[in-house]
């Protein structure tokens, strides 16, 4: 089975990566702390945090980690590539108190993932990126015991007039339409699908 290594601090996002590989792809984990790159694009974040990690050489196969953030519409796609910290300074309580008094279609989030993977430890390569998003709405309240982050407030529309929070949802219900889930599943099909020789491109 093919190995990568995962570079991440993130128990949870280790859980559901493994999950999503299944028997594909053997997902190894590094747990290795490299900066929070304060950029303003989760493309830019990924890709300078795969080559900060690239050049310090401390994984010799090919490897990959990721950034991912909530991106809500009526505040201007804040906190977006922000999430860490914003998660850290004011939490979910924090984003329910800059979202009071908007209602419906204002309340409108993205979720997003960019997975940057370093095939080659050579610099001259490129992280490749593939890109995952999720179309939701900020909970009037947090919701459910699962998942982590930013999960409990936000809401995931299933059509037919449902909505859960991922943090409602098993991690295999949440896996399936996650943006995490999105951005791997093109990682794993290009890893399984395409030959070494013919890899080049970025799946976004
Ligand atoms: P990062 O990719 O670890 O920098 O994530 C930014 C912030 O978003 C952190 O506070 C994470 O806990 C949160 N976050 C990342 N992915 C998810 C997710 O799938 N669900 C909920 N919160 C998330």
């Keep these: 089975m093919k190995k990568i290594v995962f570079v991440t601090t993130n128990e949870n996002k280790v859980k559901e990566l493994r999950e999503l590989a299944g028997t594909k792809i053997n997902v190894e984990h590094l747990n290795y702390d490299y900066p929070e790159l304060q950029l303003d694009e989760t493309e830019a974040v990924?890709?300078?945090?795969?080559?900060?990690?690239?050049?310090?050489?401390?994984?010799?196969?090919?490897?990959?980690?990721?950034?991912?953030?909530?991106?809500?519409?009526?505040?201007?796609?804040?906190?977006?590539?922000?999430?860490?910290?914003?998660?850290?300074?004011?939490?979910n309580e924090g984003i329910l108190k800059l979202l009071a008094g908007k209602e419906g279609e204002e309340r409108r989030a993205t979720f997003k993932t960019v997975v940057a993977f370093c095939e080659s430890p050579s610099p001259e390569t490129a992280p490749l990126l593939f890109v995952g998003t999720a179309e939701g709405k900020i909970a009037e309240k947090p919701r459910g015991e699962g998942g982590f982050g930013y999960d409990p407030i936000f809401e995931f529309e299933e059509g037919a007039g449902t909505s859960r929070t991922f943090a409602e949802m098993s991690r295999a219900e949440k896996n399936a339409v996650s943006h995490r889930g999105r951005a791997f599943g093109k990682l794993l099909d290009y890893l399984v699908d395409v030959e070494p020789s013919s890899r080049t491109k970025n799946r976004t």
């Design 46 to 91: 990924a890709r300078e945090s795969a080559n900060w990690v690239r050049e310090r050489g401390v994984v010799k196969e090919p490897f990959f980690l990721e950034d991912s953030g909530l991106f809500v519409r009526a505040l201007n796609g804040f906190p977006g590539p922000f999430s860490a910290f914003v998660a850290e300074k004011i939490g």
